[in-house]
């Protein structure tokens, strides 16, 4: 059996801004490792789209990692009586940078659209 996941597997949940061909998209990192990372997000991107993903520092520096949407997903579950689902997209990581929030129009942290 091919088993893909040979890097270690952070279980955080933090927030995080994609930018993409589709605007910016607000998200929820869910599995984070050093070759990619599951992202909660309301609608999923294509498969294949190439993104930037923006993780806050502090008030003035974020880092920016390139990425590409290598799968979707989508579960539905049950807490207690009431139905659930969860759906978002699995990344592989290309190239990592740091840039100012100036450089970036703002971060868009304000503007965030679904």
């Known amino acids: ?3 893909r996941r040979y890097a270690m597997r952070f279980e955080k949940a933090f927030p995080v ?3 993409s061909d589709f605007g910016y998209l607000s ?3 869910r599995n984070f490792s050093t ?3 599951a ?3 309301i609608e999923p991107l294509p498969l294949g789209s190439s993104i930037e993903i923006h993780f806050p520092l502090d008030g003035t520096d974020q880092f920016v990692a390139k990425a590409e949407v290598k ?3 989508f579960f539905n579950y049950q807490t207690g009586e009431l139905p659930g689902a969860c759906r978002g997209i699995g ?3 290309r190239d990592f940078a740091t840039q100012t929030k100036s450089n970036s129009e703002s971060f ?3 503007t965030v659209m679904h």
């Open 17 to 19: 801004l994609i930018s």
């Open 35 to 37: 070759g990619g990372m």
């Open 39 to 41: 992202i909660e997000m």
């Open 71 to 73: 799968h979707q997903y």
């Open 108 to 110: 868009a942290a304000e």
């Open 1 to 3: 059996m091919d088993n």
């Open 27 to 29: 998200g929820v990192c």
């Open 91 to 93: 990344v592989r990581f």
